[in-house]
């Protein structure tokens, strides 16, 4: 915490130079950067816990609900890194008025910005803050409002002061800290039943027939079953249906602040290799620990800090709290800074005061933060669940993720097409939670995607398309290309003018998924002395890697 306090005070001066500082860094991150802070945005004190919850309630195969989030993150290595760089956004918000025309375009980006900084991530910090207001709960019995004020303090001053610049390079060494107190705990967590040896026959001592090693859904049930249809609606649905289908805010962030396409694309390849393979298997092998360890406890979210506390030496413990905070800051200051951003870029300096002083910007995108911080602390108070919170954020906004694909590939989306989408989602999602909120996932995932879709293209059909002027000058700046751009390639071809398209392959974006399921399953399987498969699901990965390097990296 210190050291993030020291490091808000030095780039605090830099920060303040700039709108453009403090929220981007003056585009001039490396992709060795930009790729650990998306790695440390996406590891948080939450994320130990409800991985725990995955692993305990169900087993191994639960990971596929966010493991399924590959399939999105390599189609931004392979598509969306080149898209937005060259669009050059600050945000993703923004893109709404450079895409669409007439009073819908800027309607549609007023809305998002407050979407997204007030209600959308508000959820997201909420579920944050939740988990280290159980963390410090469980190991300092704290009160939840006494842990939520205190926990938060810290990453809202640094925020304030330094932007950006202090979010991203406090990140790369929080994330250090964090990935090295989870490999302890599991490490402990494994010496005390006896090594890695002992998981398997311990587990199914205690518990008899069981899943809780299976890399996959069981089938004992048959093809229709719970498990396998709730895996089918994650590969099948939930990875393109998300919100953040092309890249999405934070992401987004961190390529556009990169220092070029190159850049963004290594950045977000990256990203997904240690996010996916390699980050996410100290905590596994921690939660199936547990099992033996605290078979009685019920609060499957609570065991992991229950467990850390109990099995570390006093010499240790304070590390790997320390890595819980770091996890905590690194999130939390990210979205922290995303949000005001929405608010800044997209509504504030839009809609309400333009052409002001960088100093006025810096000074309200300050007090922004202060308000967003406010509402989100009320939020975390009434959460309850962190695993219900996540579901409930992939339920909530699966109804946008295709609109916001095809706003790439199909000139005729129009702002009513997201305007539309957005509201199916909200509407369809309240609805069946309030109303229906016993039934299966999978089946409020399809209810929602189907109807919002339905919803979605029946308006973009049904309303003007974008003017033609402005289709023309998007091509221009993101040149995608495809059958759906086909009218204003043509008019642009009779034109004269040469066109530098963006590369896309549906070849390299397998390639890329299978590599990184390949070490993802590896990883594990060698981990857990499943050595000829792990070794087959290696030498695949490696083989789709050198093939996907020669044709992106060094083409």
């Given at each position: 915490m210190?050291?993030?306090?020291?490091?808000?005070l030095y780039f605090?001066?830099k920060?303040?130079?700039?709108?453009?500082e403090?929220?981007l860094?003056?585009?001039k991150?490396?992709?060795?950067?930009?790729?650990?802070s998306m790695?440390?945005?996406?590891f948080?004190?939450?994320t130990p816990l409800y991985?725990?919850a995955?692993?305990?309630?169900k087993?191994?195969?639960?990971?596929?609900?966010?493991?399924c989030f590959?399939?999105?993150?390599?189609?931004?290595?392979?598509?969306?890194?080149?898209?937005?760089?060259?669009?050059?956004v600050m945000?993703?918000?923004?893109?709404?008025e450079?895409?669409?025309?007439g009073?819908a375009a800027?309607?549609l980006?007023?809305?998002?910005a407050?979407?997204?900084?007030l209600?959308?991530?508000?959820?997201i910090?909420a579920?944050?803050?939740l988990?280290m207001a159980?963390?410090?709960?469980a190991?300092l019995g704290?009160?939840?409002?006494?842990?939520?004020?205190?926990s938060?303090?810290?990453?809202?001053?640094?925020?304030l002061?330094?932007g950006?610049w202090g979010?991203?390079v406090?990140?790369?060494?929080?994330?250090?800290?964090?990935?090295?107190g989870?490999i302890?705990?599991?490490?402990?967590a494994?010496n005390?039943i006896?090594?890695?040896?002992?998981l398997?026959p311990?587990?199914?001592?205690i518990y008899?027939?069981?899943?809780?090693m299976?890399f996959m859904?069981?089938?004992?049930?048959?093809f229709l079953s719970?498990?396998?249809?709730?895996f089918?609606?994650?590969?099948?649905?939930?990875?393109?249906?998300?919100?953040?289908?092309?890249?999405?805010?934070?992401?987004?962030?961190?390529m556009?602040?990169c220092?070029?396409?190159?850049?963004a694309?290594?950045?977000t390849?990256?990203f997904?290799?240690?996010?996916?393979?390699?980050?996410?298997?100290?905590?596994?092998?921690?939660?199936?620990?547990?099992?033996?360890?605290?078979?009685?406890?019920k609060?499957h979210?609570s065991?992991?800090?229950?467990?850390?506390?109990?099995?570390?030496?006093?010499?240790?413990?304070?590390?790997?709290?320390?890595?819980?905070?770091?996890a905590?800051?690194?999130?939390?200051?990210?979205?922290?800074?995303?949000?005001?951003?929405?608010?800044?870029?997209d509504?504030y300096?839009r809609f309400?005061k333009?052409?002001?002083?960088?100093?006025?910007?810096i000074?309200?995108?300050?007090l922004s933060?202060?308000?967003?911080?406010?509402?989100?602390?009320?939020?975390t108070?009434?959460?309850?669940?962190?695993e219900?919170?996540?579901?409930?954020l992939i339920a909530?906004?699966?109804?946008t993720?295709l609109?916001f694909?095809?706003?790439?590939?199909?000139?005729?989306?129009?702002?009513?097409?997201?305007i539309s989408a957005m509201?199916?989602?909200?509407?369809?999602?309240?609805?069946?939670?309030?109303?229906?909120?016993?039934?299966?996932f999978?089946q409020k995932?399809?209810?929602?995607?189907?109807s919002?879709t339905?919803v979605?293209v029946?308006?973009?059909?049904l309303t003007?398309?974008?003017?033609?002027?402005?289709?023309?000058?998007?091509?221009?700046?993101?040149?995608?290309?495809?059958f759906?751009?086909?009218p204003?390639e043509?008019k642009?071809?009779?034109?004269g003018?040469?066109?530098?398209?963006?590369e896309?392959?549906?070849?390299?974006?397998l390639?890329?998924?299978v590599f990184?399921?390949?070490?993802?399953l590896?990883?594990?399987?060698l981990?857990?002395?499943?050595y000829?498969?792990?070794?087959?699901c290696?030498?695949?990965?490696?083989?789709c890697?050198?093939?996907?390097?020669?044709?992106?990296f060094?083409?």
């Amino acid at each position: 915490m210190l050291i993030s306090l020291v490091l808000g005070l030095y780039f605090t001066k830099k920060a303040s130079s700039s709108t453009e500082e403090f929220f981007l860094s003056g585009r001039k991150l490396p992709w060795w950067l930009a790729g650990t802070s998306m790695v440390a945005t996406t590891f948080s004190s939450d994320t130990p816990l409800y991985i725990t919850a995955l692993v305990r309630t169900k087993g191994i195969y639960e990971n596929w609900q966010w493991w399924c989030f590959l399939m999105t993150g390599m189609l931004s290595v392979i598509v969306f890194a080149q898209f937005w760089k060259r669009a050059g956004v600050m945000t993703d918000v923004e893109l709404t008025e450079m895409r669409y025309s007439g009073k819908a375009a800027s309607t549609l980006r007023a809305w998002k910005a407050l979407y997204f900084s007030l209600l959308l991530h508000t959820i997201i910090k909420a579920q944050v803050i939740l988990a280290m207001a159980k963390i410090l709960d469980a190991t300092l019995g704290w009160g939840k409002w006494t842990a939520i004020l205190i926990s938060s303090s810290v990453t809202i001053v640094y925020s304030l002061l330094s932007g950006y610049w202090g979010v991203i390079v406090t990140d790369f060494f929080q994330f250090v800290l964090a990935q090295a107190g989870a490999i302890l705990v599991a490490v402990y967590a494994v010496n005390k039943i006896g090594g890695l040896s002992q998981l398997k026959p311990q587990i199914d001592a205690i518990y008899g027939d069981n899943h809780f090693m299976d890399f996959m859904p069981p089938i004992d049930g048959g093809f229709l079953s719970l498990p396998i249809l709730t895996f089918i609606a994650y590969m099948g649905m939930s990875w393109w249906s998300k919100y953040s289908s092309d890249g999405g805010g934070v992401v987004v962030q961190r390529m556009a602040s990169c220092k070029s396409e190159k850049d963004a694309i290594g950045a977000t390849f990256f990203f997904n290799v240690i996010n996916y393979a390699l980050r996410s298997w100290p905590w596994i092998i921690a939660a199936l620990a547990s099992l033996i360890l605290y078979p009685a406890i019920k609060d499957h979210e609570s065991v992991y800090p229950i467990m850390a506390l109990n099995i570390l030496p006093n010499g240790l413990k304070g590390i790997v709290f320390a890595s819980f905070f770091a996890a905590f800051m690194s999130t939390v200051g990210v979205y922290l800074n995303l949000s005001s951003a929405y608010f800044m870029k997209d509504f504030y300096m839009r809609f309400v005061k333009q052409n002001a002083t960088e100093k006025h910007y810096i000074f309200v995108t300050r007090l922004s933060m202060l308000a967003i911080s406010g509402v989100t602390a009320v939020v975390t108070y009434y959460a309850t669940s962190i695993e219900g919170t996540f579901k409930f954020l992939i339920a909530f906004g699966s109804g946008t993720g295709l609109v916001f694909i095809m706003r790439w590939y199909w000139w005729r989306v129009n702002a009513w097409s997201e305007i539309s989408a957005m509201t199916a989602s909200t509407i369809s999602a309240s609805a069946i939670y309030i109303f229906y909120g016993d039934i299966p996932f999978y089946q409020k995932l399809f209810f929602i995607i189907f109807s919002s879709t339905v919803v979605w293209v029946a308006v973009t059909l049904l309303t003007k398309p974008t003017d033609e002027s402005t289709l023309i000058e998007f091509y221009k700046r993101v040149p995608v290309g495809g059958f759906g751009w086909r009218p204003v390639e043509e008019k642009l071809t009779r034109a004269g003018i040469k066109l530098n398209k963006v590369e896309t392959s549906v070849f390299d974006w397998l390639l890329g998924i299978v590599f990184v399921y390949g070490l993802t399953l590896s990883t594990g399987m060698l981990l857990l002395s499943r050595y000829t498969e792990g070794l087959i699901c290696l030498i695949t990965g490696i083989i789709c890697f050198t093939m996907l390097k020669k044709r992106i990296f060094t083409a």
